[in-house]
C-alpha cells in the first residue's frame, strides 16, 4: 500500500498599522452519507449439521427395537421383512422434531408405525452449525420365514386398484407427494397386510388413509396356499 499526505500552509500577513483580514469562513463539515445496512436475521429455518457417522451409531443402537416391532408382526405375516428408509428432522436439543417412512418395501402399516415411533422417541446427536438438521437412513428387516413370498409383478393389482381408484383420489386429495404401497396377499384373494410410504411430511399424514383402503380391497387373485408380495405406485 502507498500512503500520500498532502500538507497545506496558509500564511497570513498582518499589514502594519492596518487592520487584519477578515477571517476566512470556518469550513462547514457535513456528514458523510449514510449507507442502508440489512439486517440478516438467523432463523430456525436454518439447517445446521449433524455428523453422518453419529447418526448412523444412533440408527444402530435401536436395532433390537426395530426387531422388536418385526416379531410382533410375525403371528400375521410370517413373510414379513423388506427395506425400510427414514427421513428425520433433528430438533436443536437433540430431539426428534418429526420422522415418517420415505420409502418401504415392508408392507404392513402397523410395523412402519412401530418403527417410526421408535425413531421419534429416540435422542439424537445435536446438530451444530445452529438450528435443526435432517437426516436420513435406510435399513432392512430380514426373513424370518423359511422361504420368501411369492414376487408379483404390479398388474396382477391392477384391475382391483382401478376399482377403488376414487377412495385412493380421496385420500391423496390436495397434496403432491409420491406414494409407494406394498402388500401381502394371502390365499383367496384376501389382503393380509398393506404398508404406505410418502415422499414428504405431508405426504405423510394421508399413508393410514391409504393403507385402510388396500386392506378393503376385493377381488384379487389367489397366490395359492403361499402368500404373494407386490409392489406399487398410487
Known amino acids: 500500500m ?20 477578515p ?18 436475521l438467523k432463523t430456525s429455518s436454518e439447517l445446521g449439521t449433524v455428523d453422518p457417522d453419529a447418526v448412523k451409531k444412533a440408527f444402530t443402537a435401536l436395532d ?4 422388536d416391532c418385526q416379531k410382533r408382526a410375525l403371528d400375521r ?18 430431539g426428534a422434531k418429526y420422522s415418517y417412512v420415505e420409502d418401504s418395501e415392508l408392507g404392513d402399516r402397523d410395523t412402519e408405525k412401530c418403527l417410526q415411533d421408535v425413531v421419534t422417541a429416540a435422542r439424537w446427536p445435536k446438530p451444530y452449525g445452529g438450528g435443526e438438521a435432517e437426516a436420513r437412513y435406510g ?6 420365514a423359511t422361504r420368501p413370498p411369492s414376487d408379483w409383478s404390479p398388474d ?38 398393506a404398508g404406505v410410504a410418502a ?26 396356499s403361499w402368500p404373494a408380495k407386490v409392489s406399487f405406485w398410487l
Not at 409407494?180 to 397386510?193: E, F, I, L, Q, S
Request: aromatic share 4%; net charge positive; proline share 7%.
Open 77 to 94: 405375516v410370517e413373510v414379513l421383512a423388506g427395506s425400510v428408509k427414514f427421513f428425520l428432522r433433528i430438533g436443536a436439543d437433540g
Open 64 to 67: 433390537a427395537a426395530f426387531m
Open 139 to 144: 435399513m432392512e428387516l430380514p426373513l424370518q
Open 23 to 40: 477571517k476566512a469562513p470556518e469550513a462547514t463539515h457535513a456528514d458523510p452519507p449514510q449507507r442502508e445496512v440489512k439486517l440478516v
Open 199 to 224: 415422499s414428504s411430511q405431508e405426504g405423510s399424514a394421508r399413508v393410514d388413509c391409504l393403507a385402510d383402503v388396500l386392506l378393503k380391497m376385493k377381488g384379487l387373485p389367489s397366490p395359492g
Open 2 to 21: 502507498r500512503s500520500a499526505a498532502l500538507t497545506v500552509c496558509l500564511c497570513v500577513a498582518v499589514a502594519c498599522g492596518g487592520q487584519p483580514p
Open 156 to 193: 396382477k393389482v391392477a384391475n382391483a386398484l382401478g376399482k377403488r381408484g376414487g377412495a385412493i383420489d380421496q385420500c391423496k386429495a390436495g397434496v403432491t407427494a409420491k406414494f409407494r404401497a406394498t402388500m401381502y396377499v394371502g390365499p383367496g384373494g384376501k389382503v393380509v397386510a
